[in-house]
């Protein structure tokens, strides 16, 4: 039996649903779902995509995790079954924030779909955050101040593209660029444009179909308390509000 096959029979048993019934809903055969069962056929790509939507879960789950490892209720659905997020939470049903750190941030690519992989992270609880399934990433090099090299930002779960509101931050996960931390814009309907705040970095187009995930900015842990510098603008506006003075007293005294 394959993993899938063991899958859509442990979800069929959570569900204590009949073979029979599952088929009805499939609009197939009991003995060709039960094929599938017993990993005697493989399912095509369209009975694949009803079965998914059938055991509201993600056919990437059913393909590569073994989900009777998981409990159903320590699963975030989202839109279109397209990716179930485990929660887990604290004595109190907080839920947990899971850590990226610098370490795991290379396997995260991959295992951002993985429970297991999820569920190994550190965690921690701000109960402080409210409502909204919440992550910690790395933040790396100087693009973004004032959050410095190794601040953790902490990012609420982005489930719709179009929840992205222009000029504010996020942590992008994307197939090319991996991991980022970026001011957004939605420059096309399908395309976001990634901007730092440190200008010394040109901006860049990414198109949605590369994106993965998306966490909306929430707060950072830091570990510095030197005083930010000021920025350059900040420093000509002064500039100029000090030449305004200096001509207006010229022309007070004459």
């Known amino acids: 039996m394959s993993l899938f096959?063991?899958?859509i029979r442990s979800l069929r048993l959570k569900k204590k649903v009949s073979q029979e019934k599952v088929a009805e809903s499939l609009l197939i055969t009991r003995s060709r779902y039960t094929k599938y069962e017993d990993g005697t056929s493989e399912a095509p790509y369209e009975i694949l995509k009803k079965i998914a939507h059938y055991f509201h879960i993600s056919i990437d789950l059913l393909l590569s995790v073994d989900v009777r490892k998981i409990p159903t209720n320590h699963?975030?659905?989202?839109?279109?079954?397209?990716?179930?997020?485990?929660?887990?939470?604290?004595?109190?049903?907080?839920?947990?924030?899971?850590?990226?750190?610098?370490?795991?941030?290379?396997?995260?690519?991959?295992?951002?779909?993985?429970?297991?992989?999820?569920?190994?992270?550190?965690?921690i609880s701000l109960p402080f955050l409210g409502p909204g399934k919440h992550r910690g990433f790395p933040v790396e090099g100087d693009s973004m101040p004032p959050h410095e090299d190794g601040s953790i930002i902490i990012g609420r779960y982005i489930d719709k593209l179009g929840e992205v509101m222009d000029g504010k931050t996020y942590i992008i996960i994307t197939k090319s660029e991996g991991m980022v931390y970026k001011r957004l814009n939605k420059n096309k309907r399908n395309t976001l444009v990634l901007e730092s705040d440190n200008h010394f970095y040109p901006a860049y187009e990414v198109k949605a179909s590369d994106i993965l995930e998306i966490w909306e900015y929430e707060c950072n842990i830091g570990r510095t308390d030197k005083k930010q510098e000021q920025s350059e603008t900040e420093s000509m506006k002064e500039l100029l509000l000090e030449l305004k003075r200096e001509v207006m007293e010229i022309k007070n005294r004459a």
């Not at 887990?88 to 839920?95: F, H, K, R, S, Y």
């Not at 610098?102 to 992270?121: F, M, R, S, T, V």
């Open 5 to 7: 096959s063991d899958n």
């Open 75 to 123: 699963l975030l659905q989202l839109e279109n079954n397209r990716l179930l997020l485990p929660i887990t939470v604290d004595a109190n049903g907080e839920n947990f924030i899971e850590i990226v750190t610098q370490k795991a941030k290379a396997g995260y690519l991959n295992g951002y779909g993985d429970p297991e992989y999820i569920e190994n992270l550190q965690q």
